[in-house]
């Protein structure tokens, strides 16, 4: 469950009415045709707002929705980020009219480095490549698709549904009509990070209710897990070469193209343990020192009225005999993590005997993975700080081993040649 953007009014306008009832009611339904006839009518209303503009008006109902009903706010978030990332459209060929749909979808990459992340344009020749590698190992069988001519970082995504609505249908019309649409002109500076996620987005357009990926296609039905996995590896083994000339100085994984906001989300979870060893590497190498050298400090940060709930943990490395923070990564929770620091619901991790562990808590995630990586000395603090950031660079500031929030900085003598990261 994803936590909506602040909003100090209280005053829902028509629109918003419509859309939380509508939302409680498909919440609240008995049956799936009465889901199906209240989505339809939920769908029609989010298509207008989004097409519109009216980013404002979808906010408001979630803020609403989720201090007053939280399974109205799971039906409205899941509603939006569905019509926002796909799209329908028709056409006539000696009198027949055929449906066609479209989604879209990101392609994850994980990446890290010691010096920096690319991002922006793609040259022509090598987003050609990449579009039928993309084609051949993923999608099924009369599909059409276009992809962006932007790799993308975090920053540069669409920030709002109406953004992520626009570029849908852009991308859609595109493969529609096999055509290709221009890199955006200035796209936004992205921050300098050790590990990060970039992004390839698509559009990939099918028949009304045939199937997008491989996986979907009846004959892999039986074994549709192994026909996923199969087709990642495919796709890494032949994109990775090319993602490569993208991302120069860079180590990378390519993670299972998805739907838009299935995809990010995932990659934000497995960026998390890359982060740690990112930042043991670049320390260790930096300064010369081994991963036992080194000490973790970990607290749980949130906002200062969330009654006592943590958003996200602050790692911050010192070297084991001083207390001053030299670097820091955030690990941010998300999905049920979020609600006091619990594990994501569902399957435990697989051992290596083939039966399901016991899902970890996120601290002990970060624990096991510090562990890893070489780092086995550890200070956990018990307190939960109030989420808080440097005034002039913008940095997060984390916890030393005393409990005093900080600022992250190297070593006056640290050599230099490699990039600042926060």
Known sequence: MRRPSK?????LSAESQRLASLSQAIAQAGSRIEERVLEQQLDTQL????K???QDTV???LNMLFKDDLNGYDTLMEGVEAISESSTMTELVDGVETGWQALLVAAPILAWTRFSIGSGNIPAELLTTLSAHFSAHLLADGTRVAMAPTLYSIDQLPRTHVEAYAITHKLAQAAFKGGGIKPASRPPETAPFLADTRYLLAAVVAPLGAPMFRWQETQHQVDFAGERARALNRWREQATPNVARLLPGCGIELLLPEAYYVACR?????????????AVHYLTNTLGIEPGDLRAVIAGFGEESADGQIDEYRVGFTLRAESDVIYGIVWPLYGQEDEDGTPVEGLGNIGTAGELDAPRAPIDEIIAHLNEAGVTHVKKHSERFVVEYCDDCGAPYFADPAGDLVHAEMPEDTPQGGEHFH
């Open 266 to 278: 995932e990659a934000d979870k497995l960026i998390r343990p890359v982060s740690i060893r990112a």
């Open 47 to 50: 298509q207008k707002l989004l």
């Open 59 to 61: 906010d408001a109902t």
């Open 7 to 11: 909003d100090p009014s209280n005053r």
């Open 52 to 54: 519109s503009g009216h």
